[in-house]
Nanobody, 125 residues
Framework: QRQLVESGGGLVEPGGSLTLSCAVS????????MAWFRQTPGEERKFVAG????????YYADSIQGRFIISRDSAKNTVDLQMNSLKVDDTAVYYC??????????????????WGQGTQVTVSS
């Protein structure tokens, strides 16, 4: 059974908004740092945003600072990524990931233990 399942991707115009959701097993959500990464063809997977397991502290990549918001809902067992003011450069496959990083939110994909299957986000007019 897959532990992380993303949804919410799609096509949106520049300047628009989109919210991605990651369904997470309760075990992961309560003990793992959660993050969103994105990847374009031929490029490595890049960190977008992360949220710490114990206190909900968040950390963002500079490229999306002020436009994206990561949040978690313990009642629904989800981690969401609200994306605003979308740009063409935000087009990518977005992945949800979980890491036993303790108090440090890692930005390195190799350190994450669990991954979702990815969801495509396309920003185009």
């Amino acid at each position: 059974q897959r532990q992380l399942v993303e949804s919410g991707g799609g096509l949106v115009e520049p300047g628009g908004s989109l919210t991605l959701s990651c369904a997470v097993s309760r075990r992961l959500l309560s003990r793992y740092n959660m993050a969103w990464f994105r990847q374009t063809p031929g490029e490595e997977r890049k960190f977008v945003a992360g949220i710490r397991w114990n206190d909900g502290a968040t950390y963002y990549a500079d490229s999306i600072q002020g436009r994206f918001i990561i949040s978690r809902d313990s009642a629904k067992n989800t981690v969401d990524l609200q994306m605003n003011s979308l740009k063409v450069d935000d087009t990518a496959v977005y992945y949800c990931a979980a890491d036993t990083g303790g108090l440090r939110i890692s930005t390195r994909a190799i350190e994450y233990d669990y991954w979702g299957q990815g969801t495509q986000v396309t920003v185009s007019s």
